[in-house]
């Protein structure tokens, strides 16, 4: 039996639930599309106004559809009491967590950074721009991944958590968001986007290896209140 | 060597020393002695609001606890954060289902999940339960008795010497109660052991001790 089945297996109960609840899954994509929508209605459509705004508008938006999906990271858990078997069982609370950050990563944080270039068509984004904005996209919501990880397993067993959620998770997105969108605006100014890329790319290092202890200890909070 | 037999098999499972548990710094409970040997069934009885749900899930590391002494399998275990981990099995109230998966897979990945082998014979497993031709059934079309004999399917597949077992006649027909109380049975004649909650409305056949828990004032 592989050491490594417990975490595979949630990786593959998410994956399955997700696909059983597709719904659940859509709703941040259409959240964005919408969003965008908006931005270039009220911003009025023409290619010389949308391009200088075009890579931080979309990347805010993506930050906040994925943050939509937060919500729904433990609270099931929690509800049908799996969450207690976990913690008093003899697999590793760490290890589920990193396993249900990658699993969350997949189907949301790579699943919008797919969707970005539709997002991008309708904000008119220069062309030669989009592959650095789909890199950043991908390594920065893997970091926002792991932001939400935390935040979500904090807020768990607390029954309206979405306003705190939002307060604990936008601010903590900044850093990302700098320089995420400040890599694309390197290269629409014709610098070199390596200096932005490289700190995003160290911030996500770091949360990824924060998040999952962190959120392990935030699950324990807590455990003598059932639900 | 039967799966339940750790290396150095030890006659008792469980015994505790002055174990106490805490709402708001009050004890719930007078302090508790007992030993639970391999193939004992001890029935844990109170009123509701006296504590045992909150004394099993203290077990687990779920909630606090007190005690002077607190033995698992022949090793000292008090101050563990998860004191019985690995050689236990819990069902509470929450029955840990998942609606939308299927009662097979309910059941590959809870044992997935808790590092147990796969079961052996899942068909047989669930004819035995009451829930053949219905493997294939999400959860959530389940009726209340039907989604506790899914639940109970982990105790069916489980190797743990230790079952913690909260209320579990709840929501079951009387087929239902002669199938835990056989399942609980082959469990002790393996030399597995179990603590059970009721409310102390019905009896349990062949409860070798009764913990009755009483107020401490």
Redesign the interface.
């Known amino acids: 039996m592989s050491a490594l089945r417990p975490y595979f297996a949630l990786m593959r109960r998410d994956f399955k639930l997700a696909l059983r609840r597709r719904a659940e899954l859509l709703m941040p994509l259409a959240f964005a599309v919408l969003v965008i929508l908006l931005f270039s209605i009220a911003l009025g459509g023409s290619a010389t106004r949308l391009a200088p705004v075009a890579a931080p508008v979309i990347w805010v938006t993506v930050l906040l559809a994925g943050f939509l999906s937060l919500e729904s990271m433990f609270r099931p858990d929690v509800e049908d009491g799996t969450l207690d078997q976990w913690l008093a069982g003899p697999v590793s609370i760490i290890g589920l967590m990193v396993s249900k950050a990658l699993a969350h990563w997949l189907l949301f944080g790579l699943g919008l950074t797919a969707a970005t270039p539709v997002l991008a068509m309708l904000l008119k984004l220069p062309v030669e721009l989009l592959p650095m904005l789909l890199l950043a996209l991908a390594i920065g919501s893997f970091g926002a991944t792991q932001i939400g990880l935390i935040a979500a397993a904090l807020t768990a067993r607390l029954r309206r958590s979405g306003i705190l959620l939002a307060i604990i998770v936008l601010p903590l997105y900044l850093p990302l968001l700098i320089f995420g969108s400040g890599a694309v605006d390197a290269v629409r100014l014709g610098d070199s986007p390596r200096a932005a890329l490289l700190l995003l790319a160290a911030q996500t290092l770091l949360l990824t290896t924060l998040a999952a202890p962190a959120a392990a200890a935030g699950l324990r909070i807590g455990s003598d209140n059932p639900p | 060597m039967s799966p339940l037999s750790p290396t150095t098999p030890a006659p008792v499972l469980l015994c505790s020393h002055e174990l106490v548990c805490e709402r708001d710094s009050e004890p719930l409970f007078a302090p508790l002695h007992f030993a639970l040997g391999r193939g004992d069934l001890v029935v844990l009885e109170g009123v509701n609001g006296s504590g045992k749900?909150t004394l099993l899930?203290a077990l687990?590391?779920?909630?606090?606890l007190r005690a002077t002494r607190l033995e698992f399998l022949g090793r000292d275990v008090l101050g563990e954060r998860?004191p019985?981990?690995?050689g236990?099995l819990?069902l509470?109230?929450?029955?840990?289902?998942?609606?939308?998966?299927t009662v097979r897979?309910n059941l590959?990945?809870?044992l997935?999940?808790?590092?147990e082998?796969a079961a052996a014979d899942p068909d047989a497993l669930f004819a035995e339960l009451g829930l053949a031709g219905y493997e294939h059934t999400p959860a959530r079309a389940l009726s209340a008795g039907q989604r506790k004999r899914a639940a109970l399917a982990r105790l069916a597949a489980s190797l743990r010497p230790l079952w913690l077992l909260d209320e579990p006649f709840a929501n079951l027909d009387a087929p239902g109660i002669a199938l835990v109380e056989r399942l609980l049975a082959r469990h002790r004649a393996r030399g597995g052991g179990a603590i059970v909650s009721s409310h102390g409305l019905s009896t349990i056949a062949g409860a070798s001790a009764v913990i009755r828990l009483e107020h401490p004032h």
């Open positions: 749900t899930r687990l590391g779920l909630n606090p998860h019985l981990r690995a236990t819990m509470g109230h929450l029955l840990g289902l998942k609606g939308d998966l897979e590959e990945f809870a997935a999940l808790a590092d082998p």
